[in-house]
C-alpha cells in the first residue's frame, strides 16, 4: 500500500536548534501572508453587509425632505402628497421612476425629475404647463396647454389669454388640435380684438370679434393666406367674413 506523507506546521521547541526555530518561523510567515488576502477580503465584505444594512434597511439614512422646484401653479405640498415617499423610508430604496409616475399623475406636471441627494433629501424638479388658452367650460373655464391639454379648472380667464369653445378638448382630438394650429397661426392685431375662436369640428372654425364681428376660418389649413386676407380687408360691426377659401372670399 502506498502511504501518503501529510505535511503539518508545528511550532520548534525553545531547544530545538537555531535552523529548526528559523525555519518554522518563515513557515508561519509564508502560511499567514497566503492567508491575508482572505482575511481582508471577508473584513471587506463584512463592512459592506453591514453598510448595505445601514443603507438600505434603516432609517439612518432615509428621507427627512423633499425638495420641490419649479411650481407655481401647483403647491409643494400637493407634490410631496403626490409622490407619496413617507419619512424616514430609506433614500436608497426610494424607486425614483414611481415617485415621477405617481407625481405625473398631477394635470399641472408636463415633466418631473426626481434624484436622491444623500444623506437625507429627494429631490424634485417640475416644469408646469404652460397655458396657451382658456377654454370655456360649465361655471368657469380650463386652462388649456399646447398639447391640448386641459388641466386647471379657473373662473374666470386670465387677463391677454385668449378663449376657446370647444366641446371637449383632449390630447390629439383632431377638434382640439386644429383649433390649436388655427390659434398659433393669429398674429396679435387678430389676437386683440378677438373675444373667441369656436371650433365646432375640424373644418368647422370661427373667430368671433369685437363689435358682433365673425370669420368664417374653415380648416387649419393655408392659415397664412387667411391672415393676409384679415390685414387689408375691414369688417364692419355685426357682419360675417368667410375667409375658408382665401382665394375667393365673401362678406355678409
Not at 424634485?124 to 396647454?145: H, S
Not at 386647471?152 to 385668449?162: H, I, N, R, S, W
Amino acid at each position: 500500500m502506498t502511504q501518503t506523507r501529510g505535511w503539518r506546521l508545528v511550532l520548534a521547541p525553545r531547544d530545538a536548534p537555531q535552523s529548526v526555530r528559523r525555519f518554522a518561523k518563515r513557515a508561519r510567515q509564508r502560511r499567514l501572508r497566503a492567508a491575508l488576502p482572505w482575511l481582508v477580503a471577508l473584513a471587506v465584505a463584512a463592512l459592506l453587509g453591514a453598510a448595505a444594512v445601514v443603507v438600505f434597511a434603516t432609517p439612518v439614512l432615509g428621507v427627512e425632505r423633499i425638495d420641490v422646484a419649479g411650481v407655481s401653479t401647483l403647491s409643494a405640498g400637493a407634490v410631496r402628497r403626490a409622490a407619496g415617499v413617507p419619512d424616514g423610508t430609506p433614500l436608497a430604496r426610494v424607486d425614483l421612476r414611481a415617485v415621477e409616475r405617481r407625481v405625473r399623475q398631477l394635470k399641472p406636471v408636463r415633466t418631473v425629475a426626481a434624484s436622491a441627494d444623500f444623506p437625507h433629501t429627494l429631490r424634485l424638479r417640475i416644469e408646469e404647463r404652460t397655458a396657451v388658452a382658456a377654454v370655456v367650460k360649465v361655471g368657469g373655464f380650463v386652462l388649456l396647454d399646447a398639447e391640448g391639454v386641459g388641466y386647471l379648472p379657473v373662473e374666470a380667464a386670465p387677463a391677454g389669454l385668449p378663449v376657446l369653445r370647444l366641446a371637449d378638448p383632449e390630447p390629439g382630438d383632431a377638434t382640439t388640435m386644429a383649433a390649436l394650429t388655427v390659434l398659433a397661426a393669429l398674429p396679435p392685431f387678430l389676437r386683440a380684438v378677438m373675444t373667441a375662436l369656436v371650433a365646432e369640428s375640424p373644418t368647422r372654425i370661427r373667430l368671433e370679434l369685437t363689435g358682433s364681428r365673425t370669420v368664417v376660418w374653415g380648416d387649419a389649413t393655408e392659415n397664412e393666406a387667411k391672415v393676409r386676407v384679415l390685414e387689408f380687408t375691414q369688417i364692419a360691426p355685426g357682419r360675417t367674413l368667410d375667409v375658408s377659401a382665401p382665394g375667393v372670399v365673401v362678406e355678409r
